[in-house]
């Protein structure tokens, strides 16, 4: 058994001691999932990864609050975030900037595929925009700017307003980065 399947098993036994069900189905990344207490099976294998890890995280750390969507918050915005500034940055926003003429082309596909709801924003901002709910109380809002003559590409990630209720704030970083990571897949496949 690998250290992450170990540290995914742990906290599956915790959360299933404070449960009364023998598994649990959600959509997680944008795939069918279903968790017990002895592992994460994402469209029907077993996960092992990181992703595992933050399904398992979020299982473990459910109060049973309800999602709250806006404000939105800026991972800046949070306290103790200075630390994941920079990699936050780099792995969750920039690495999308090189595919958001595709993201703009296929952005229904993407969001049917993350279970998005049609939500209007209080704040209209960039040439478009998603939500995508990676895990079912937590929502990340994209924001794109395309390309003109005058300025790149640009993306923002903003985390829907009680998300840090749901994970901890390194493994909110996590989920980002995993999530940007899927859009990639989904546009590429």
């Known amino acids: 058994m690998s250290s992450y399947e170990k540290l995914i098993v742990e906290n599956l036994k ?64 949070m306290p103790g975030s200075m630390l994941y500034h920079g990699a936050f940055h780099q792995n969750v926003e920039l690495a999308l900037v090189p595919y958001v003429e595709d993201i703009y082309k296929k952005r229904g596909h993407i969001m049917e595929r993350f279970d998005s709801r049609d ?33 790149p590409a640009s993306v923002t990630c903003l985390f829907s307003n009680n998300a840090s209720s749901f994970l901890p704030l390194d493994v909110l970083a996590d989920l980002a980065e995993y999530t940007s990571k899927k859009i990639i897949d989904i546009i590429s496949g």
């Open 14 to 77: 915790k959360a299933f001691a404070k449960r009364n069900e023998p598994e649990i189905s959600i959509r997680a990344f944008a795939e069918p999932c279903i968790v017990r207490p002895y592992g994460v099976f994402i469209s029907g294998n077993k996960d092992t990864s990181p992703v595992g890890i933050i399904i398992s995280l979020y299982l473990l750390h459910d109060s049973g609050e309800e999602l709250v969507l806006e404000p939105f918050v800026s991972i800046k915005d």
């Open 119 to 151: 939500h209007r924003f209080s704040e209209e901002t960039g040439d478009f925009s998603m939500l995508l709910f990676p895990l079912p109380k937590i929502a990340l809002r994209y924001i794109f700017y395309l390309p003109d003559e005058e300025f």
